[in-house]
C-alpha cells in the first residue's frame, strides 16, 4: 500500500510503500540511512544488507540527492528519527536520478537561490514559509466565509488607476491601453451594492521601482469591502480578522514555524485590542524618536519600523492627510484635511500590512475628488453610478498578502514568501 509519511502513524508494523525524494543519506558498512521527504515529512528508511537483495543495497548507496525514489519496508516507531517512525526496507526503485544537485547544505548567495527558485523550493525553510502561506491564505477564506462576505473576483485588466498612476504596469490592449489590477477595491465596491459584504483575493501589480524588503511588483492582495460599515468599524473587522488568522496559523503550523525559529512569543500577543493611533500621534512618536520625518508625509521604511516596534502588537494609524492618500477616502467630518483612512503596521520592521479607509459615498464630494486628482472622469462613470443609485457609507482595507506571511514567519525579505517572487530586477524563473 502507498503511503503519505504523515500516516505512517497509522501504519506501524505494515508494510507500506513510501514515493518521495532522497533528502539526505548517511551510510556505515552494512547499513544506508536514506532520508526521504515526500512534502508532508521526512522519514528515515534503514535499508540493511542482510535485508534486501543484493542489487537493492548496491543501489542505495549509489543514490545521490533529491534523486526520486519508491522504497518498500515495514513502518515501525523510533522516537530518535525525524517524524518518530522509521522504515525498515525491503526494497528501493530509482525512478528518476539527481546529479550534481546544485543546492547543497552549505551556505548559498541569495542571487545564486533565487535564479534556481524551482529547486530553492524544496528546501526545509522554503517549503515551512510556503506551508504557511497556504495555510494562512485558508485561515483568512475560512473568517470571511463563516461570516456571509461573498468572495467575488475582480478583473486584472483594466482601463483606470485605482492607486495613482505613478506604478502603472501598461500593456496594450487591442489598439488602445490597459492596466494590470492595483486592486480590486473599487470594483468590489460594485459589488457591495448587491451583496453587502464581500471580498476578492487575487494577484495584484505595481511598478514598484522600490528595491526593498517589502515589495514585490506581483503580489497578492486580500480586500474585504462591506456596506453600511464605518472606520471604527473597519478597524474593529481588521483587528478582529488578525487575531483571528494568526492564531489559528499558531496553532496548526507550530511545527512550521519552529523549523522557521520563530519567536512565537511575539506572535502571542497578537490579541486585541490594538493600539489605534491617529497620523498626529504617530507624528510625535516619530519626533519623539529623533525621526527626520515631515508632518504631512508618508512614512517611510525607517519611519514604519519604528512605529511598528512601539507597540509590542500591530497598530493601527488612523486620520491621514487627505492630500497623500487615493482619490475614494472620505474626508474626516471634524477636520476636512484629514483622510478616514487607516493603515496596520506589523512590528519588527515588517510595516504596513493593511491600508484600508471609508470611502466617500457623496456623489459631488466624489466628482471634485477625481478633478483634484486629475483622473478622466469618463473611465470612472461606472463608479460614480454607485453614488447616483443607492449610494450607502461603506468602508474596506487590502490586506498585502506576502507581507502579512512575512511577518507571521519572521522572514527578512518578502521575497522568499510567494512561489516565484517578481520583482523590480527579476521576472525568471
Ligand atoms: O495600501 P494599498 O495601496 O491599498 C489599496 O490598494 C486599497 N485599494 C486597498 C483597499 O482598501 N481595498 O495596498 C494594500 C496593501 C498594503 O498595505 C501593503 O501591505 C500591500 O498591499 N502592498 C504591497 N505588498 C507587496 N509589494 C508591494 N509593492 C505592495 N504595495 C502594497
Ligand atoms: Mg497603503
Redesign the pocket.
Given at each position: 500500500m502507498r503511503i503519505y509519511i504523515n500516516e505512517a502513524k497509522h501504519h506501524v508494523g505494515e508494510q507500506v510503500q513510501i514515493a518521495g525524494w532522497l533528502y539526505n543519506k548517511r551510510s556505515s558498512g552494512k547499513l544506508h540511512f536514506l532520508i526521504l521527504r515526500d512534502g508532508t515529512g521526512l522519514m528515515q528508511a534503514v535499508v540493511s544488507k542482510k535485508e534486501v537483495p543484493e542489487e537493492a543495497f548496491k543501489l542505495s548507496g549509489e543514490l545521490t540527492q533529491e534523486c526520486s525514489l519508491i522504497v518498500t519496508g515495514k513502518v515501525s516507531e523510533e522516537p530518535r528519527s525525524p517524524g518518530g517512525f522509521e522504515l525498515h526496507v525491503s526494497d528501493v526503485e530509482l525512478v528518476g536520478k539527481s546529479e550534481d544537485y546544485p543546492i547543497t547544505p552549505k551556505e548559498h548567495g541569495i542571487e545564486f537561490l533565487l535564479d534556481r527558485r524551482h529547486l530553492w523550493l524544496r528546501s526545509k525553510r522554503q517549503h515551512a514559509i510556503l506551508r504557511i502561506r497556504a495555510e494562512t491564505a485558508a485561515a483568512m477564506r475560512d473568517y470571511l466565509n463563516s461570516r456571509g462576505y461573498v468572495n467575488l473576483d475582480t478583473p486584472i485588466f483594466t482601463p483606470n488607476a485605482?492607486?495613482g498612476t505613478s506604478?502603472l504596469f501598461e500593456t496594450e490592449y487591442f489598439g488602445s491601453k490597459a492596466y494590470l489590477a492595483?486592486?480590486?477595491?473599487?470594483y468590489?465596491e460594485a459589488a457591495i451594492m448587491s451583496f453587502s459584504k464581500v471580498y476578492c483575493f487575487g494577484p495584484?501589480f505595481?511598478a514598484?521601482k522600490?528595491k526593498t524588503r517589502?515589495?514585490?511588483?506581483e503580489?497578492w492582495?486580500l480586500?474585504?469591502?462591506e456596506a453600511w460599515l464605518d472606520l471604527e468599524g473597519c478597524m474593529d473587522l481588521m483587528e478582529d480578522f488578525i487575531v483571528e488568522v494568526v492564531a489559528r496559523v499558531l496553532d496548526t503550523r507550530a511545527e512550521e514555524l519552529k523549523i522557521l525559529e520563530r519567536d512565537t512569543s511575539i506572535l502571542e500577543r497578537v490579541q486585541k485590542p490594538f493600539p489605534r493611533i491617529t497620523y498626529d500621534d504617530a507624528d510625535r512618536i516619530l519626533k519623539e524618536n529623533e525621526s527626520d520625518f515631515v508632518y504631512g508625509d508618508d512614512f517611510g521604511g525607517t519611519d514604519e519600523t519604528i512605529l511598528g516596534d512601539n507597540f509590542d502588537r500591530p497598530v493601527m494609524i488612523h486620520r491621514w492627510p487627505a492630500d497623500i492618500k487615493?482619490f475614494?477616502m472620505k474626508r474626516d467630518p471634524d477636520d476636512y484635511s484629514k483622510a478616514l483612512a487607516v493603515?496596520?503596521l506589523a512590528p519588527e520592521g515588517h510595516?504596513?500590512?493593511?491600508?484600508?479607509?471609508q470611502r466617500e459615498d457623496d456623489l459631488e464630494e466624489l466628482e471634485k475628488r477625481l478633478k483634484e486628482h486629475d483622473l478622466p472622469k469618463k473611465y470612472f462613470e461606472w463608479y460614480l453610478d454607485l453614488r447616483r443609485y443607492g449610494t450607502v457609507p461603506h468602508s474596506?482595507?487590502?490586506?498585502?498578502?506576502?507581507?502579512?506571511v512575512g511577518w507571521i514567519c519572521g522572514t527578512k525579505h518578502?521575497r522568499e514568501t510567494i512561489l516565484f517572487p517578481r520583482m523590480m530586477y527579476r521576472l525568471e524563473p
Amino acid at each position: 500500500m502507498r503511503i503519505y509519511i504523515n500516516e505512517a502513524k497509522h501504519h506501524v508494523g505494515e508494510q507500506v510503500q513510501i514515493a518521495g525524494w532522497l533528502y539526505n543519506k548517511r551510510s556505515s558498512g552494512k547499513l544506508h540511512f536514506l532520508i526521504l521527504r515526500d512534502g508532508t515529512g521526512l522519514m528515515q528508511a534503514v535499508v540493511s544488507k542482510k535485508e534486501v537483495p543484493e542489487e537493492a543495497f548496491k543501489l542505495s548507496g549509489e543514490l545521490t540527492q533529491e534523486c526520486s525514489l519508491i522504497v518498500t519496508g515495514k513502518v515501525s516507531e523510533e522516537p530518535r528519527s525525524p517524524g518518530g517512525f522509521e522504515l525498515h526496507v525491503s526494497d528501493v526503485e530509482l525512478v528518476g536520478k539527481s546529479e550534481d544537485y546544485p543546492i547543497t547544505p552549505k551556505e548559498h548567495g541569495i542571487e545564486f537561490l533565487l535564479d534556481r527558485r524551482h529547486l530553492w523550493l524544496r528546501s526545509k525553510r522554503q517549503h515551512a514559509i510556503l506551508r504557511i502561506r497556504a495555510e494562512t491564505a485558508a485561515a483568512m477564506r475560512d473568517y470571511l466565509n463563516s461570516r456571509g462576505y461573498v468572495n467575488l473576483d475582480t478583473p486584472i485588466f483594466t482601463p483606470n488607476a485605482c492607486e495613482g498612476t505613478s506604478n502603472l504596469f501598461e500593456t496594450e490592449y487591442f489598439g488602445s491601453k490597459a492596466y494590470l489590477a492595483q486592486s480590486g477595491q473599487l470594483y468590489s465596491e460594485a459589488a457591495i451594492m448587491s451583496f453587502s459584504k464581500v471580498y476578492c483575493f487575487g494577484p495584484t501589480f505595481r511598478a514598484e521601482k522600490s528595491k526593498t524588503r517589502r515589495h514585490l511588483t506581483e503580489f497578492w492582495m486580500l480586500e474585504p469591502e462591506e456596506a453600511w460599515l464605518d472606520l471604527e468599524g473597519c478597524m474593529d473587522l481588521m483587528e478582529d480578522f488578525i487575531v483571528e488568522v494568526v492564531a489559528r496559523v499558531l496553532d496548526t503550523r507550530a511545527e512550521e514555524l519552529k523549523i522557521l525559529e520563530r519567536d512565537t512569543s511575539i506572535l502571542e500577543r497578537v490579541q486585541k485590542p490594538f493600539p489605534r493611533i491617529t497620523y498626529d500621534d504617530a507624528d510625535r512618536i516619530l519626533k519623539e524618536n529623533e525621526s527626520d520625518f515631515v508632518y504631512g508625509d508618508d512614512f517611510g521604511g525607517t519611519d514604519e519600523t519604528i512605529l511598528g516596534d512601539n507597540f509590542d502588537r500591530p497598530v493601527m494609524i488612523h486620520r491621514w492627510p487627505a492630500d497623500i492618500k487615493a482619490f475614494y477616502m472620505k474626508r474626516d467630518p471634524d477636520d476636512y484635511s484629514k483622510a478616514l483612512a487607516v493603515d496596520m503596521l506589523a512590528p519588527e520592521g515588517h510595516g504596513e500590512v493593511i491600508g484600508g479607509s471609508q470611502r466617500e459615498d457623496d456623489l459631488e464630494e466624489l466628482e471634485k475628488r477625481l478633478k483634484e486628482h486629475d483622473l478622466p472622469k469618463k473611465y470612472f462613470e461606472w463608479y460614480l453610478d454607485l453614488r447616483r443609485y443607492g449610494t450607502v457609507p461603506h468602508s474596506g482595507f487590502g490586506l498585502g498578502f506576502e507581507r502579512t506571511v512575512g511577518w507571521i514567519c519572521g522572514t527578512k525579505h518578502v521575497r522568499e514568501t510567494i512561489l516565484f517572487p517578481r520583482m523590480m530586477y527579476r521576472l525568471e524563473p
